[in-house]
């Protein structure tokens, strides 16, 4: 499996366009989660997917924030209108089922900077 | 929500040293995780360990639930073993929104 695949990898950006990072779970993950971190705040958990449901969106900062899961394979976390202080990288993690414990497999995060 | 701690939060050592990570959560736990965040920013899973004692290689870990800490050993440590090692607990009984605590940053000097 070639893991969890994220894009793009690097993205820069003005302040107030639309941004969108993608996720390709592992196959057959049934969880997915988008995490953001900071130097200020380290790793955060935005939101969490159970078989292509949201489950808890909880860590969402803002309505700016949106995340979909249309289907097992595919997520998108986008931002719109973007703001400087949403730079920071964000990771798309997947977990197979497994009786109520979650061995997170991480993607190699989408650096995002906004001007 | 649970708190999850971390000791010491930066850590030099030579190459060949021995070293022990601590984590300590608030809360009784069914799940905790360590993960490694090399230098170029990937985070990789070490191990799954809600109790007990696990090794892979160089690294173990042991967790004690009762006493909510977990230890990760590092032991004939090499340059490769850099970066940033995080311990992580589930917020809630569900055991699926895991919190991260704010990582050891390890430096290994040859």
């Known amino acids: 499996d070639a893991g969890v695949i994220q894009s793009p990898r690097h993205e820069v950006t003005e302040m107030g366009q639309e941004v969108t990072l993608r996720c390709k779970p592992i196959?057959?993950?049934?969880?997915l989660f988008w995490y953001r971190q900071t130097m200020m705040r380290g790793l955060e958990l935005l939101i969490y997917?159970?078989?292509?449901?949201?489950?808890?969106d909880s860590g969402m900062p803002e309505d700016r924030f949106s995340a979909k899961m249309p289907n097992a394979s595919f997520s998108t976390l986008k931002i719109q209108p973007s703001e400087p202080r949403d730079s920071a990288v964000y990771f798309c993690?997947?977990?197979?089922?497994?009786?109520?414990?979650?061995?997170?497999?991480f993607g190699a995060g989408s650096r995002l900077t906004v001007l | 929500g649970i708190q999850v701690e971390q000791s010491p939060p930066d850590l030099i050592l030579q190459e060949g040293a021995n070293s022990t990570l601590r984590c300590n959560f608030s809360d009784s736990v069914n799940n905790l995780q360590w993960f490694h965040q090399n230098p170029w920013g990937q985070l990789i899973n070490l191990f799954y360990i809600p109790s007990g004692t696990k090794q892979n290689g160089r690294l173990s870990a042991t967790t004690v639930a009762t006493e909510r800490y977990s230890l990760l050993y590092i032991s004939s440590s090499q340059t490769t073993d850099s970066g940033v090692y995080f311990c992580?607990?589930?917020?809630?009984?569900?055991?699926?929104?895991?919190?991260f605590g704010g990582g050891t940053r390890v430096l290994v000097k040859p």
């Open positions: 993690a997947s977990s197979p089922r497994v009786s109520g414990a979650n061995v997170l497999t």
């Open positions: 992580a607990a589930p917020r809630g009984a569900a055991g699926n929104k895991l919190t």
């Open positions: 997917f159970n078989n292509n449901v949201p489950i808890d």
């Open positions: 196959s057959g993950h049934n969880s």
